[in-house]
């Protein structure tokens, strides 16, 4: 990445319609790619994704997007875990 770039997730659950969020980037600053040089991640984006409770499966996918990946990062409360249930 060497511009600003604009990128689309779109999230689906089951039994529901696919939401998309609008992701705007910029390159990073501080992170590198091992073994490819000719690549720059982007910088650190958050959006909010709720999530009752129980079972849930979800499809991720990048919509009309320059770029071929999109690395996600999901963060759950330690308090919202229930491991073994």
Do not use: W
Request: proline fraction near 6%; aromatic fraction near 8%; glycine fraction near 10%.
């Amino acid at each position: 990445m060497v511009r600003e770039q604009t990128y689309v997730l779109g999230v689906k659950e089951e039994g529901v319609p696919e939401c998309l969020y609008k992701i705007e980037s910029t390159p990073s600053k501080t992170v590198t790619c091992r073994d490819r040089d000719d690549r720059t991640p982007g910088a650190l984006r958050h959006f909010m994704l709720e999530v009752g409770e129980g079972p849930h499966t979800f499809e991720f996918r990048l919509v009309d997007a320059e770029s071929e990946a999109l690395g996600l990062k999901f963060y759950i409360p330690r308090g919202d875990v229930q491991n073994g249930s």
